[in-house]
């Protein structure tokens, strides 16, 4: 088979956007196992990180629209994984049950292996750098 030219080979946004999604799958396919999809994991992830903190918070954290946050910590609470403790009037403070530790902790090894899959690819050098441009990019 004879391989067609692509202009778009040469552009940041293609190249961003094929290799998120080659990340993306592999993620999501490593989560299922675990029977979570990506915005339940990083918003359970960003719970354990700040205890206490709000839904709204942890939906401006992962740049996730309020709305789309009301199901998240639904399907969390219904897995046993956070708790909501009322802290003044109608604000709710969640936090990891037991099981949501263990469930973390769990994740943090899996997204290193994840991670690996891909970094291992770089020298450490050619990671920091790609760390430090992609940052660049995005304004940070």
């Known amino acids: 088979m004879v ?6 080979k040469t552009k940041l946004g293609y190249n961003l ?14 989560l299922g196992e675990f029977g979570l999809k990506v915005t339940d994991a990083t918003s359970l992830m960003v719970i354990g ?14 740049a996730t ?3 789309n946050m009301v199901p998240i910590v ?6 046993g994984l956070i708790d909501r403790v009322r802290t003044d009037g109608r604000a709710q403070a969640l936090h990891l049950s037991e099981d949501g530790r263990v ?9 290193l292996e994840h991670e690996r899959r891909f970094t291992d690819r770089l020298s ?5 750098t790609l760390m430090q441009l992609l940052q660049k990019v995005r304004g940070i």
């Open 65 to 67: 629209k309020r709305a």
């Open 124 to 128: 450490k050098r050619e990671f920091q």
């Open 3 to 8: 391989e067609l030219s692509n202009e778009l």
């Open 103 to 111: 469930m973390v902790s769990q994740l943090k090894q899996m997204l």
């Open 17 to 30: 956007r094929r290799s998120s999604v080659l990340m993306m799958n592999d993620l999501s396919r490593e």
């Open 49 to 62: 990180e700040n205890e206490g903190c709000s839904q709204t918070e942890v939906g401006v954290a992962l």
């Open 74 to 79: 639904q399907r969390l609470r219904e897995r």
